[in-house]
């Protein structure tokens, strides 16, 4: 009777034993389905810190995209109609009919409702690339590769925000609709970089040397009493967001000629100059300008074809005749003249402030 009483308590104990494992399976199960997936995340763009000019305007960050994100319904395709190319809205399309939600940059509002809210993005250059070459670019990473992008990358990657959309969905990742769209790290970072360039100034250089029809130019204003550089331009410009466009360009626009090794023409005569006093060549030194001249079986131009005349110094620096520095070159000689390029720094590294 014993034996039955112990065989019996012990089927009795692996049969709730065996319901209790089940039952913890059970709500295991429950708690991953609730864990699956409560939202869905869109990332949109990454924002850094901010390229100031030296009145604390903004380089970068100061112009808006418009971005609408939609979860997938009737509505909200009908809502992208007119609003984006037509291989954009055959994107936004075939991701709704696999019951996706969708973030796209529209080209005007779109009104909000449950379903569909819109938001202004900063983005990271302007439309007309503004001192591109001074800002530089950043790569895919949205680490600095170029100009100032590359050279305070540590200080204008601190504290980069993500944008994103948040999507609420269900345990099976179902977008829910009727429920909000959230948007979060919209903020652009507040640590960033000011330059010495004024942004009125970058402006109006870069009009007036596009307007030259130069292909190939560079233009730098600085400031007298200061030596702060408030523009610098090189041309010809490039799309900061797609610089793999410019790669193969005959005209490599990725180049600043206002910083890197470029023939600097008319801007070494006042280093002639100098070169010229410091060793002891009057001021009054003088030549005839005919038009040209020849050395070593080479002929060189000046501007002026008929030519200037009879220039002194004073004459040559004010009509820069290019015949006369040629032949004041001639007379102070290679090394007097390297000499004096290299006092006013030239060939050597130069950190610009």
């Known amino acids: 009777m014993k ?4 065989l019996l308590f012990f089927m009795i104990f692996l049969m709730f034993s065996a319901t209790g494992i089940r039952l913890y399976d059970l709500s295991t199960d429950v708690h991953k389905a609730s864990t699956i997936s409560s939202s869905k995340t869109l990332d949109i763009a990454t924002l850094r810190g901010t390229v100031y000019d030296c009145k604390m305007r903004l380089l970068t960050n100061a112009e808006y995209d418009i971005y609408a994100a939609a979860k997938p319904s009737v509505d909200s395709l009908a809502a992208f109609k007119g609003k ?13 009919s696999k019951g996706n939600p969708v973030a796209v940059r529209v080209e005007s509002p779109v009104k909000d409702n449950e379903n569909i809210i819109c938001e202004r993005i900063p983005k990271r250059y302007s439309a007309a690339s503004t001192a591109c ?3 530089g670019s950043i ?14 990358n540590e200080i204008l990657s601190q504290n980069n925000s993500t944008v994103s959309f948040r999507f609420f969905a269900d345990a099976l990742g179902k977008v829910m609709l009727g429920e909000s769209i959230s948007i979060s790290g919209n903020s652009v970072p507040q640590n960033g970089v000011m330059l010495t360039l004024d942004r009125d100034i970058q402006q109006i250089t870069e009009t007036v ?7 190939c130019a560079a233009a730098v204003v600085m400031e007298i009493s200061s030596g702060a ?6 041309r010809p410009s490039y799309n900061q967001n797609d610089v793999s466009e410019s790669l193969d360009d005959s005209f490599s626009p990725l180049i ?5 090794s470029f023939s600097v023409g008319s801007v070494f005569k006042p280093v002639v100059t100098a070169a010229a006093l410091e060793n002891g060549i009057s001021k009054d030194f003088s030549y005839k300008c005919t038009g040209s001249v020849e ?3 080479v002929t060189f131009h000046c501007h002026k074809r008929d030519g200037h005349g009879i220039l002194n110094m004073e004459g040559a620096v004010a009509y820069s005749c290019n015949t006369y520095f040629i032949a004041l070159a001639h007379e102070i000689g290679a090394e007097n003249i390297i000499s004096t390029a290299s006092d006013f720094g030239f060939g050597k590294k130069i950190t610009l402030a």
Not at 84 to 96: G, H, I, L, R, T
Not at 256 to 260: D, E, I, T
């Open 84 to 96: 984006v190319m037509p291989d954009v809205f055959e994107s936004v399309m075939q991701k709704m």
């Open 139 to 152: 790569n895919s990473e949205g680490q600095g590769i170029s100009g100032i992008e590359k050279a305070y």
């Open 295 to 297: 050395f070593n079986g």
């Open 133 to 135: 070459h001074v800002i």
């Open 229 to 234: 550089i408030r523009a610098c331009v090189s």
């Open 209 to 215: 040397l596009d307007a030259s029809g130069a292909e």
């Open 3 to 6: 034996k039955r009483a112990v």
């Open 256 to 260: 600043n000629r206002a910083f890197l």
